[in-house]
Protein backbone atom coordinates (compact mmCIF):
# COMPACT_ATOMS: atom_id res chain seq x y z
CA UNK A 1 0.00 0.00 0.00
CA UNK A 2 2.87 2.53 1.06
CA UNK A 3 5.01 1.45 -1.76
CA UNK A 4 2.25 2.11 -4.41
CA UNK A 5 1.98 5.85 -2.75
CA UNK A 6 5.09 6.25 -3.07
CA UNK A 7 5.58 5.09 -6.62
CA UNK A 8 2.83 7.76 -7.25
CA UNK A 9 4.31 10.55 -5.47
CA UNK A 10 7.67 9.69 -7.59
CA UNK A 11 5.67 9.82 -11.13
CA UNK A 12 4.09 12.96 -10.26
CA UNK A 13 7.12 14.62 -8.95
CA UNK A 14 8.86 13.42 -12.84
CA UNK A 15 5.71 14.94 -14.09
CA UNK A 16 6.26 18.30 -12.61
CA UNK A 17 9.74 18.17 -13.37
CA UNK A 18 9.62 17.53 -16.96
CA UNK A 19 7.07 20.56 -17.07
CA UNK A 20 9.65 22.16 -15.11
CA UNK A 21 12.31 21.26 -17.67
CA UNK A 22 10.39 22.33 -20.73
CA UNK A 23 9.81 25.83 -19.18
CA UNK A 24 13.90 26.17 -18.30
CA UNK A 25 14.38 25.15 -22.08
CA UNK A 26 11.75 27.30 -23.36
CA UNK A 27 13.70 30.54 -21.22
CA UNK A 28 17.02 29.33 -22.40
CA UNK A 29 15.85 29.32 -26.51
CA UNK A 30 13.82 32.81 -26.06
CA UNK A 31 16.69 34.49 -24.10
CA UNK A 32 16.75 37.85 -24.42
CA UNK A 33 19.62 38.23 -22.57
CA UNK A 34 22.85 35.86 -22.70
CA UNK A 35 22.29 35.68 -18.82
CA UNK A 36 19.13 33.88 -19.11
CA UNK A 37 20.70 31.78 -21.28
CA UNK A 38 22.86 30.45 -19.09
CA UNK A 39 20.39 30.41 -16.58
CA UNK A 40 18.71 28.26 -18.21
CA UNK A 41 21.16 25.93 -18.87
CA UNK A 42 22.24 25.39 -15.55
CA UNK A 43 18.40 24.95 -14.50
CA UNK A 44 17.89 22.51 -17.24
CA UNK A 45 20.68 20.56 -16.04
CA UNK A 46 19.79 20.57 -12.31
CA UNK A 47 16.20 19.40 -13.17
CA UNK A 48 17.87 16.39 -14.91
CA UNK A 49 19.71 15.73 -11.92
CA UNK A 50 16.62 15.53 -10.11
CA UNK A 51 15.03 13.65 -12.46
CA UNK A 52 17.92 10.91 -12.67
CA UNK A 53 18.03 10.42 -8.67
CA UNK A 54 13.97 9.95 -8.63
CA UNK A 55 14.50 7.22 -11.25
CA UNK A 56 17.04 6.06 -8.93
CA UNK A 57 14.85 5.91 -6.33
CA UNK A 58 12.14 4.43 -8.47
CA UNK A 59 13.88 2.03 -10.17
CA UNK A 60 16.13 0.70 -7.44
CA UNK A 61 19.36 0.99 -9.42
CA UNK A 62 22.03 2.36 -7.51
CA UNK A 63 24.68 3.40 -10.02
CA UNK A 64 22.14 6.37 -11.73
CA UNK A 65 22.74 7.92 -8.45
CA UNK A 66 26.69 7.91 -9.96
CA UNK A 67 25.40 8.99 -13.67
CA UNK A 68 23.55 12.04 -11.70
CA UNK A 69 26.77 12.80 -10.01
CA UNK A 70 28.83 12.69 -12.97
CA UNK A 71 25.92 14.24 -15.20
CA UNK A 72 26.39 17.53 -12.39
CA UNK A 73 29.63 17.86 -12.80
CA UNK A 74 29.85 18.12 -16.32
CA UNK A 75 26.68 20.18 -16.17
CA UNK A 76 28.45 22.75 -13.78
CA UNK A 77 31.67 22.68 -16.08
CA UNK A 78 29.90 23.34 -19.04
CA UNK A 79 27.91 26.70 -17.11
CA UNK A 80 31.61 27.65 -15.83
CA UNK A 81 33.30 27.65 -19.75
CA UNK A 82 30.56 29.37 -21.21
CA UNK A 83 30.13 31.74 -18.33
CA UNK A 84 34.15 32.56 -18.92
CA UNK A 85 33.97 32.82 -23.03
CA UNK A 86 31.08 34.65 -22.68
CA UNK A 87 32.49 37.59 -20.32
CA UNK A 88 35.55 37.35 -22.51
CA UNK A 89 33.59 38.43 -25.72
CA UNK A 90 32.04 41.01 -23.54
CA UNK A 91 35.18 42.76 -22.20
CA UNK A 92 36.67 42.52 -25.71
CA UNK A 93 33.32 44.42 -27.25
CA UNK A 94 33.74 47.05 -24.61
CA UNK A 95 37.26 47.13 -25.62
CA UNK A 96 36.62 48.01 -29.03
CA UNK A 97 33.91 50.12 -28.44
CA UNK A 98 36.21 51.91 -25.84
CA UNK A 99 38.38 52.08 -28.65
CA UNK A 100 36.49 53.49 -31.52
CA UNK A 101 34.87 56.33 -29.23
CA UNK A 102 38.73 57.45 -28.67
CA UNK A 103 39.43 57.39 -32.16
CA UNK A 104 36.43 59.43 -32.89
CA UNK A 105 37.05 62.68 -30.80
Not at 37 to 58: E, P
Not at 72 to 92: D, Q, R
Request: with cysteine.
Amino acid sequence: MIDTAYDYLYTGALIILSLCMIAALIRTIRGPRLADRVMGVNMTGSFAIMAITILAKLLEEDWLVDVALIYGMISFLAVVVLTKSFITVHFERQRRNSEKGETEK
